[in-house]
């Protein structure tokens, strides 16, 4: 997958910054507040993107309604992933809504 340059500029709100029909050629980097999506044209499989905690890891998020739990991705105005995320560590709990580009920390988050 390759990303344009003006994707890795500072941008506040999220979006989707590219496509790609295989896990393996999302890079190891992704752009801040940027979203990769994996799979075809017809049929969205997974959603990936890095924390916005900032400590390193990885997101992805099933979109595969075929499969549960499943998120869904609306971008008609600004990027919407419904439900909230949850990511559940050794070290932390990072629970979180992307919801019109912006992160909406849930009360229950370690940030």
């Not at 994707?7 to 992704?30: C, K, M, N």
């Not at 919407?80 to 920390?105: E, L, M």
Request: charged share 25%; aromatic share 12%; proline share 6%.
């Amino acid at each position: 997958m390759k990303i344009s340059w003006w994707q890795w500029l500072p941008i506040w709100r999220w979006r989707v910054v590219g496509a790609t029909e295989s896990a393996d050629e999302v890079p190891d980097r992704l752009p801040r507040n940027g979203v990769a999506l994996i799979g075809d044209v017809n049929r969205m499989k997974w959603i990936v993107f890095d924390c916005p905690c900032r400590t390193g890891h990885r997101i992805m998020l099933n979109a595969d309604p075929s499969r549960r739990p499943y998120w869904t991705l609306n971008q008609v105005v600004r990027l919407t992933i419904s439900p909230s995320v949850d990511f559940k560590g050794s070290q932390r709990r990072c629970h979180y809504f992307i919801r019109n580009g912006r992160i909406a920390w849930a009360k229950d988050s370690d940030r």
